[in-house]
């Protein structure tokens, strides 16, 4: 079960480095907070594999292709802060070198929500992608079949049902999203009618 640590420590990125690699689970801390995920499920990994294709395969062709990152690299928008996000776009033109400490680094951060990850997704780590800037912060959330979308000003999110929308600020590419297509198809449903 996801689980925030409850004790008085506080958890600096350098600290993580005291945890095994490869255990499956995912270590972050916010503002001193430790967060801890356990391996997701299967259907969070399709939801994950099937939007960067997707985000991949809208924009490619439209200018300089955003990087779509998934769930493998840590993001330091905060000296105190270390997230990974499920998935994340990086400003048009990144490379393997780009700064990931840079908090403009990030053009778009999707987290596929899960019951473990519901309450941290839409509390503590939207609030600091919020902060920090984030053009757009997309909630997955699998059971609801919905996206909801957050921009850093928002105080209740955009809800996705239908069609999403997306302009890579940087780019100018743009993406367009059946999202009842897209839940459709990882949740192995039979196609719905065009």
Not at 105 to 132: F, H, N
Not at 161 to 179: C, H, I, Q
Request: with cysteine; proline share 8%; glycine share 6%.
């Amino acid at each position: 079960m996801g689980m925030s640590a409850t004790t008085e420590h506080y958890w600096l990125p350098a600290d993580l480095e005291q945890f095994p690699e490869g255990d499956g689970c995912k270590y972050e801390c916010i503002d001193g907070v430790l967060l801890v995920t356990p391996a997701p499920r299967m259907v969070h990994a399709a939801a994950l594999a099937h939007l960067s294709v997707l985000i991949e395969n809208g924009l490619r062709g439209h200018g300089p292709t955003p990087r779509v990152i998934v769930s493998t690299a840590d993001l330091r928008p905060e000296p105190t802060t270390v997230v990974e996000p499920d998935l994340f776009v990086l400003r048009a033109r990144a490379t393997a070198r780009t700064r990931l400490d840079d908090p403009a680094c990030a053009v778009l951060i999707a987290e596929v929500l899960s019951p473990r990850t519901a309450k941290r997704d839409r509390g503590i780590k939207r609030m600091l992608y919020q902060r920090v800037g984030v053009p757009e912060y997309w909630i997955v959330d699998l059971d609801a079949r919905l996206i909801e979308r957050w921009t850093p000003s928002d105080a209740r999110p955009e809800i996705l049902r239908d069609r999403l929308d997306w302009k890579d600020p940087v780019s100018g590419a743009e993406l367009v999203l059946d999202v009842e297509r897209f839940f459709a198809e990882v949740w192995g449903d039979e196609s719905p009618a065009d």
